[in-house]
């Protein structure tokens, strides 16, 4: 169903600081003196964005209420309905011939503003796609996208998420473990969906959680701690559903241990060992802080070869809480206490607002705390089915680095 034409279309003047950043590729509009002069406006409508000689910016979709109070969509004048969808989903998928994705069937179709659907990304798991929107200007837009995705014939269901940007309040909420998701269009995917990463197989949900059940950026990364793994005795911290832990495990590793706070997450992480024919009893799962944890296989002496630590933007527990920006250092520090030189520590960090410099500062003050020196052998981010615009370096998110242990020298 096509949008009609807006020949009533408003015409909204931005400030010159935001027509440099439109000028520079930037596709956000941020709410300032000029935004806040716009006539009343409905989220999710479309505006033609002019400078204040009445030049043509582009079409934006609005959200006037938000920081980011409109995105662009064009540079040109464009209507919103399934050609546009249908041209940009072609043009994502045609960008994404390059990568090889190996025995995998999940990854990501459109990833944002790096694909010219600012605030929307698109992941497909199987046969099934989930949207996720970071600005409820899409609400009114879903079907379309849903439809757009069904009419490719590659697609059974469509499902969506809501992520605003404090997802911190969603987690914590009546929402943040049951029915975020919902689906729009197409049929129901099958509770524990299989999916397939490098050939291992993984159990998911697009409706119940905030997340699937498997992060799509972190492929390329598991499949390479795989092939190191062989022989190793590893410790995953913030396990998760244990998918690093699973692919450690697959190369070889000697015994896995995965800590979580969630007993829930690591009972799954034990289906996905079976899912892969690994007996789950051969390795190790420990429920609680990853910080107390620590400090309890410490006491117990344990040593590991490989410590992998990829954190959420924030974990709550009922005794604790770590948050990426502020104790990444005192975590590492911690977990060196448990590796030898020559070990191997991985960390990582998905917190957009930390570049890669002050994540390395973190890490830094971790090995100084511990009196250890990290020699970064491996610095990785995202896989290439989340690319990003050199313009728009918020979508450089995820910072992945592989350190060995040193003494000081």
């Not at 096509?2 to 950043?21: D, I, N």
């Amino acid at each position: 169903m096509a949008h009609k034409k807006s020949g009533k279309r408003q015409r909204l003047q931005v400030g010159p600081e935001t027509v440099q950043a439109l000028n520079f590729g930037h596709p956000w509009v941020i709410a300032d003196h000029y935004t806040r002069q716009w006539p009343t406006t409905e989220c999710g409508d479309l505006a033609e964005l002019i400078d204040g000689q009445g030049h043509l910016l582009g079409t934006a979709l609005l959200d006037s209420s938000s920081r980011i109070a409109a995105r662009l969509l064009s540079r040109s004048r464009i209507e919103l309905n399934h050609d546009f969808l249908s041209r940009r989903l072609q043009v994502a998928s045609a960008g994404r011939r390059w990568i090889d994705r190996g025995h995998t069937d999940v990854w990501r179709m459109i990833n944002g503003e790096a694909d010219g659907l600012p605030g929307l990304t698109i992941d497909r798991y199987a046969d099934f796609a989930l949207v996720q929107y970071y600005t409820t200007a899409w609400d009114k837009h879903l079907e379309m996208v849903a439809q757009s995705l069904l009419q490719s014939g590659e697609i059974s269901g469509v499902y969506a998420k809501h992520r605003p940007q404090q997802t911190r309040k969603l987690a914590a909420g009546r929402g943040g473990r049951r029915g975020v998701g919902r689906l729009v269009a197409g049929e129901a995917a099958p509770a524990g969906l299989p999916v397939v990463e490098h050939g291992l197989r993984f159990a998911v949900d697009l409706a119940e959680d905030l997340h699937t059940g498997i992060f799509p950026d972190q492929r390329q990364n598991r499949l390479a701690l795989r092939a190191r793994a062989a022989g190793c005795e590893l410790l995953n911290l913030f396990a998760y559903t244990g998918a690093f832990s699973v692919a450690a495990a697959a190369g070889g590793a000697r015994k896995v241990t995965s800590v979580d706070a969630s007993a829930r997450y690591l009972e799954q992480a034990r289906r996905n060992f079976e899912l892969n024919g690994i007996p789950a009893q051969n390795h190790e799962f420990l429920v609680g802080d990853c910080f107390v944890e620590l400090e309890r296989l410490a006491r117990h002496n344990r040593r590991f070869d490989i410590i992998l630590m990829d954190p959420p933007s924030f974990s709550s527990t009922r005794k604790s809480r770590f948050t990426t920006g502020g104790g990444t250092a005192a975590l590492v520090a911690q977990a060196l206490q448990l590796l030898d030189a020559g070990g191997l520590l991985v960390t990582s960090s998905n917190l957009q607002k930390m570049p890669m410099a002050d994540y390395l500062k973190e890490l830094r003050k971790g090995g100084l705390q511990a009196n250890r020196l990290l020699q970064v052998v491996e610095v990785g981010g995202q896989g290439p089915d989340f690319p990003f615009l050199p313009n728009f370096p918020e979508g450089q998110y995820l910072k992945y680095v592989v350190s060995v242990v040193k003494e000081m020298f």
